[in-house]
C-alpha cells in the first residue's frame, strides 16, 4: 500500500428528519462534515440514497478531499428504516466506495454516545432507540418505525397531541392552553385531519416542541404525554435489564427532555453522550479501514 495516500473514511447518519455526513482520514480523522434531507431507506429509498451520496459528496467537497476516487474510501453509512437485510443490501449494491458497510441508526447512535462502554441509551428524535451496550455487543427494544412503534420519540409526542386535540374537539376531554393553541395553528379540526393525512414522521416531530414548551408552563396535557412516553422508557429499560447505578445516557433532540420524568432510580448515573451518531459511523468507518471487526 502506497502510505503517501491518505486512507480517506467517510461517513453518513441518515434519519427521518435529515442526514448527517463526516469526510476524513484514518490520520487526521474528521476534517469536514455536511448536512442534506432524510435518509430514511424504508419510507423513501431512491430519495434517501440521493441524499446521502450527495451529502457525503459535499463532506468531502468541505475536507477537500473531493479528488479521492470513491474506489479508495472507504465508509460505513448508519441508516434509519434498515430494517432488513434486503433494504441494507439494497444501500451496499447502490454505494460506489471501495469498502462499506451499512447499518441501522440504533446501531450508530449508541457507539456514538457510549463509545466502547457498557451502558444504556435512550435516543430520542424523530424516531425512538432505546438500547444495551455491553461488550460492544448491542441489544435494543422497540425503534421498529412511527406506524407500530417509536413511543416517546418527537414524532410519536406530534401524533399524540394531535390527538388529543381531536378528542378535545369532539368534547371527549377538556382543552388545554396547549390543545386550543394548536388547533389555532392548525386551522381548526379540518386543518388537522388534512394534515395527517400526508403528514410524515417528521412533520409530526415538529409539533414535539410545542408539547416540550408546554410541560415547563405546566400545561396538564403536555404533562400527561411526557409521563406516558416515560412510562414506556422505563418498561423498555428494565427490559433490558438496567439496574440501579448503571450508566445512562439520554439523547436527541427529545431524550435529554425526559430526565426529570423518569424515576429516580435512573437518574443516579446520568452521563452526557460522549459523541453522535455521526461519530458512531466514523468509528465504526475507521475500523473497517484498519481491517478490524
Known sequence: MDTSIPQVIVAADGGGSGCRAAAGTVSRGIIAQAIGGSGNIHSDFRSALANL????????LNAGLQNTSPAQITAHLGVAGAHSTVEISALLAALPYGRVTVSGDRDTSVRGALGDADGFLVALGTGTIVARQENLQMRTVGGWGFHLSDQASGAWLGRRLLEEVVLAEDGLRAHTEL????????????????FSSLASPADYAQYARLVIEAVELGDTLALGLIAQGAAYLEKALNALGFETGDWLTLAGGVGPHYAKHLPNYFKFNLQPPQGSALDGAFAMALQLAKGQK
Open 53 to 60: 451520496t450527495d451529502t457525503i459528496d459535499r463532506a468531502l
Open 179 to 194: 390543545s386550543r393553541r394548536t388547533l389555532k395553528a392548525k386551522g381548526g379540526l379540518v386543518g388537522i385531519v388534512e
